[in-house]
């Protein structure tokens, strides 16, 4: 048992109003630049509705995440490493441009600069790729709300995906049924297919914390991550050439802070905090035979933070005794393990996602407040969860492979902390019976009720400071320990640069002055061993005062 | 149609509306919420330019098509960027207005009262509310070549 600590986030479902607070200041931190207009590392999609980038989640098309070969080892749905070769320069499985959505702007000069007329003047959209006049066809979150769903509800992956294989397909009303949001940011995998998929070996999963992150210096622009990750959740910078995607705020994680996304977050739906995981057992688990035993296969590397063999070996594996401590309040361990009410976003990619989902019940419940029923009474939404089969094949099909047991099991849980809760706050006796109804006794739902309705700020986000006397060791580490994948043969094994020099360690850039560099060419003596102590790194400088070695010595590098 | 002017998911009054995050989140323009039924009785496609005209005036705007509307109402969600991505009308020749150029406050008791604070009625003004909510319009569908 090798134990490692990850930072996860579980975002409550039922909570989310779809108001995109997320997706717009995590905009504004982190990609309000030019290359990466079209990029929303947070995004909010309606579901049913084909999401963002358009059907991300038909991998039959764009070929993310994991499959299992013939003998059962993990290979990356997009290919090996020899067809990774000899397809390198080009990368058609890829969305393009137009499946997120060509970013625009408008013609704000005209407002001013019109000339006079009877009407005011107004700016038209005008593409920021081309610059040229445009009319805008889809956007970042273009089917929000259902909105044209009428035309293209059917475009959605899952709903295909329902209607092609399930006994519901003649029924098929519950786009008219159902509506629910879906908060996206990069799941931070435990076994990142995007990194596996990186001929350079620029991407990489954190020693400390698990946040996987791309090398801004050793990306190559090969674009085989974008194909690689599932979700759609690596972009391509096209001014820079280099990929970009979601930090989890790394330097706000660093120093105890929630994420963008989880501070402004107006519904309080998001929780963060630490899972231990056993980092040997990752591998096995992402390759078990049947799809649907995925959940509860990443279920079991999650380690019990109070177990003392678990905190025993996470102190011979360096994990601190603050980060133990912290662990063992993780509000995502309580979700997830304890009360088993988060479940991560397609597990059948094999990438053991990190951002977990607590199912919505509303779509049970709004149903049945509209047919007039008490929607909050026990036997009725328990009746109602089985009977209601579409959503709940909608969720199995986004949470659990299609096992549409284990997504009832979680909105039972749901439904009888309501019920239960009910009573206590009409002052009623409690009844009992309703928690052992699901295998939970009164306090463990009383509990999972004040997590998920009542918890506050520093419930929500238990984040551990990092620690800084460890930062020279970890980044000593950081070339050789990628992850659990790396062994020899194993599918992450990309270290040393596969495809030549081009995908290699970077070279250390020097930054020397033009006058040092002209003056050593063109000079014609031997270069003295201490010529060279004159240059100066120009990326130290602060500005100030002239140091030495940023001009020529008076009477040197004169011309003759 | 039942025309209605609810507020939008986008926007604080009239404020953040022509933020081009806010723009870009949704349908970069004005838009004007519709059933399927009513859409298809115009012919009318999803994000299709159209215009609803009454005698009040008239406003241009893009089609959002949605189960979600009920048959024979129609949304233009309230304080739509009116310098944002509106056309000339094919009706009137001019500008497309915004959401209340289809609406016109009629005089109801209340405005009448007056002498003091909250009871005074004035246009944009925290007095007693216009009653300008619910009208009557007719939506067509345009020809989709558009002119600035």
Redesign the interface.
Known sequence: MRVMAQVGMVMNLDKCI???TC??TC??AWTNRAGVEYVWFNNVETRPGQGYPRRYDDQDTWRGGWTLDRKGRLRLKAGGRVKKLLTLFSSPVQPKLADY?E????DYEN?VNAPLG????????KSLITGEDTK??W????D?????????GHLDPVIEKIRRESEERIAFEF??TF?FYLPRICEHCLNPSCMASCPSGAIYKRLEDGIVLVDQDRCRGWRQCVTGCPYKKIYFNHKTGKAEKCTLCYPRLEVGQPTVCSETCVGRLRYLGLFLYDADAVTAAATVADERDLYEAQLDLLLDPTDPAVVAAARRDGIQDDWLDAARRSPVYALAKTYRVALPLHPEYRTMPMVWYVPPLSPVVDLLREQGHDAEDRGTLFGAIDALRIPVSYLAELFTAGDADVVVGVLQRLAAMRAYLRDITLGRDPDDAIPASVGMDPEQVYAMYRLLALAKYDERYVIPVAHAEDARALDATADEARCSLDYDEGPGMYASGAFGEASGRPVPVAVETFHALKQRQSSEGFVEPGATSGRVNLLNWDGVGVPHGLFPEHGQGEPT | MRYLTPHSKWSIHSEYQDNLFMLALSRGGPALWMSPADAAAIKAADNDWVEVVNSNGVVVCRAVVSHRMPEGVVYLHHAQERTIDVPKSEATGRRGGIHNSATRLLVKPTHLIGGYAQLSYAFNYLGPTGNQRDMVATVRRRSQEVTY
């Open positions: 779809g108001c995109h997706s717009v905009k504004q959505y970013p625009w702007t408008y407002l009877d009407d005011f003047p107004v700016a038209r959209p805008v066809t956007s970042a979150n273009w929000d709300n259902l909105g044209g769903a009428t035309e293209m786009e008219q509506m």
